[in-house]
T-cell receptor, first 115, second 114 residues
Framework: AQSVTQPDIHITVSEGASLELRCNYS??????LFWYVQSPGQGLQLLLK??????LVQGIKGFEAEFKRSQSSFNLRKPSVHWSDAAEYFC?????????????FGSGTRLQVQP | ETGVTQTPRHLVMGMTNKKSLKCEQH?????MYWYKQSAKKPLELMFV???????ENNSVPSRFSPECPNSSHLFLHLHTLQPEDSALYLC?????????????FGEGSRLTVL
């Protein structure tokens, strides 16, 4: 069974500082990996995804993530955080859409941005 | 606008009430999902419908009853709920049998059970 671990429950960074959110996954084959962002009271919005090819993927809002198979990791990064990035971030793993298995989500990392 | 619309956005109900949550997707997808999001808990997958067939039911109590009349609509019927059922209920859709499994989420229905 697939699983996702986000070790950091809560992270605080200063505006303009760099950011890295950690994600480790467990899956027997090549996974499909996703990062979603959720603002308070809202649904989840896709930031970026990886399923093949270049292991460094670019997403929306200036985010990027790197797939490292040897470390079973898919960490999310941003070089300079903006106050509007304050939200909750979820990493998810999937097996490709067979129509019978949904994504498995991590427990999320809440990002707070200090002025 | 994500292409997935959930109504109502907020719902307050007593434990003896019967209500329904509605989800509609305009993306041409053929799989739909209900997730439950409680405070300080991971997203919990409740139900999956693929090609209008229920393919997953994660030990959800019978007081939650899903219905998927067609590939664009998904309902969650609620009856005799408990206060611990208060949560954000998220609907999502995807294209089954091809693609990466990416989910497209609605904005959620915030349920409060008194």
């Amino acid at each position: 069974a697939q699983s996702v671990t986000q070790p950091d429950i809560h992270i605080t960074v200063s505006e303009g500082a760099s950011l890295e959110l950690r994600c480790n996954y467990s899956y027997g084959a090549t996974p499909y990996l996703f990062w979603y962002v959720q603002s308070p009271g809202q649904g989840l919005q896709l930031l970026l995804k990886y399923f093949s090819g270049d292991t460094l993927v670019q997403g929306i809002k200036g985010f990027e993530a790197e797939f490292k198979r040897s470390q079973s990791s898919f960490n999310l990064r941003k070089p300079s955080v903006h106050w509007s990035d304050a939200a909750e971030y979820f990493c998810a793993v999937g097996a490709g859409d067979t129509g019978r298995r949904a994504l498995t989500f991590g427990s999320g990392t809440r990002l707070q941005v200090q002025p | 606008e994500t292409g997935v619309t959930q109504t109502p956005r907020h719902l307050v109900m007593g434990m003896t009430n019967k209500k329904s949550l509605k989800c509609e997707q305009h993306l041409g997808h053929n799989a739909m999902y209900w997730y439950k999001q409680s405070a300080k808990k991971p997203l919990e997958l409740m139900f999956v419908y693929s090609l209008e067939e229920r393919v997953e039911n994660n030990s959800v109590p019978s007081r939650f009853s899903p219905e998927c009349p067609n590939s664009s609509h998904l309902f969650l019927h609620l009856h005799t709920l408990q206060p611990e059922d208060s949560a954000l209920y998220l609907c999502a859709s995807s294209q089954a049998d091809r693609g990466t499994g990416e989910l497209f989420f609605g904005e959620g229905s915030r349920l409060t059970v008194l």
